[in-house]
């Protein structure tokens, strides 16, 4: 599959969260270590050009990855059609 290059510039152009989600859509969604809480607990966080989403996970990359995409595409509805 070939992504779009993540462009900060136009990234911050986009007027809404729904923009902005559609935008990540398109472009590559990586996983990186995370600690999620005090004891340092690490897992995996999902990441699209430099903006970390709040998607994570204990599971494998790919399952991060997929929940991720979930994610932006239920950013992406309008909340009446949810």
Do not use: S
Request: charge should be negative.
């Amino acid at each position: 599959m070939t992504y779009k290059p993540f462009d900060m510039a136009e990234y911050v152009q986009l007027t809404n969260a729904a923009h902005r989600a559609l935008y990540l859509l398109d472009c590559e969604i990586i996983t990186n270590v995370a600690f999620i809480n005090a004891d340092l607990t690490t897992c995996l966080q999902a990441q699209a050009g430099p903006v970390k989403l709040p998607v994570y996970g204990c599971e494998a990359p790919a399952q991060v990855i997929q929940k991720a995409v979930l994610w932006l595409k239920e950013q992406c509805t309008p909340e009446q059609e949810i």
